[in-house]
């Protein structure tokens, strides 16, 4: 029963192919101009950049303060100093440390400030440094 199923089959696919063996296949050829305008090549990627804008009011303001002037954050001044940010705010609540400017809500410090500070700290024996610790 299975081999009638299986010619049956084969008859129908033997006829259909029949059928379309006598029609010619119909085959285009498409010209190579024809193939570049349906698939164009991409235009490499253009790069427009802009000029960054200068600020030249900013350069000009560090050039003029010079290096002793030079304002220093918090963090930056307490690198210098080589001592914590919490000691430095502890010293500013208790008045003891380094003379410090105040912008606002920010706190900068001077080099001019911190050099001035490190020379007035600076002792020759221990004895000069307690002293020194009961004056302030």
């Known amino acids: 029963m299975k081999l009638a199923r299986k010619s049956v089959r084969h008859a129908s696919a033997n006829q259909l192919s029949f059928l379309f063996a006598e029609a010619a296949p119909i085959v285009r050829q498409i010209s190579a101009e024809a193939q570049r305008c349906a698939h164009p090549e991409p235009a ?5 950049t802009r000029a960054k ?3 030249k ?3 000009e303001a560090t050039v003029a303060l010079g290096q002793q002037d030079r304002r220093l954050t918090v ?3 307490a690198q210098v100093l080589s001592v914590s940010v919490k ?5 500013r609540r208790l008045g003891k440390g380094p003379e ?3 912008l606002g809500r920010s706190v900068r410090y ?3 400030a911190l050099d001035q500070f490190t020379l007035e700290r600076t002792v ?6 307690r002293m020194l610790d009961m004056r302030r």
Do not use: H, I, Y
């Open 75 to 77: 963090e930056e001044a």
């Open 57 to 59: 009011v900013a350069r």
């Open 44 to 48: 490499p990627p253009v790069r427009r």
């Open 124 to 129: 020759r024996n221990s004895a000069e440094g």
């Open 53 to 55: 804008p200068q600020k």
């Open 110 to 112: 001077t080099m001019r």
């Open 100 to 102: 410090f400017v105040k």
């Open 87 to 91: 000691t430095l705010e502890a010293w």
